[in-house]
């Protein structure tokens, strides 16, 4: 390996696991479990707070297959620190599903 490759990696901040947030909701209206993902390297937007400290923030709308003829909209929102991992998440219309309940 050479030289630059080394020192690059030294400064690099670690990144968590996959290129993917994956996540699942379940809807208030019909109750269907809706799958989702986040790209955290490409989706999310450079935003700051009060004190200048920089955070990422990525807002998703997801909607059924209308199976049940329901079309409700299910907004999420995710905020992730530098390395991108999730530090919030708010959801509208649903709410979150663990993986290990499904």
Do not use: W
């Not at 080394?6 to 994956?22: C, I």
């Not at 450079?46 to 049940?68: A, H, M, P, T």
Request: charged share 30%; proline share 5%; hydrophobic share 35%.
């Amino acid at each position: 390996m050479s030289f630059f490759k080394k020192l690059g990696r030294a400064f690099t901040p670690p990144s968590p696991k996959g290129k993917f947030h994956n996540f699942k909701v379940r809807c208030k209206r019909c109750g269907e479990i809706i799958s989702g993902q986040v790209n955290i390297f490409n989706d999310p937007s450079l935003e700051f707070d009060e004190k200048d400290k920089q955070y990422y923030v990525c807002r998703k709308v997801l909607i059924g297959s209308g199976e049940n003829l329901c079309f409700q909209q299910i907004e999420v929102i995710f905020r992730f620190d530098e390395p991108r991992r999730v530090i919030d998440r708010q959801i509208i219309g649903g709410e979150f599903v663990d993986e290990q309940a499904t």
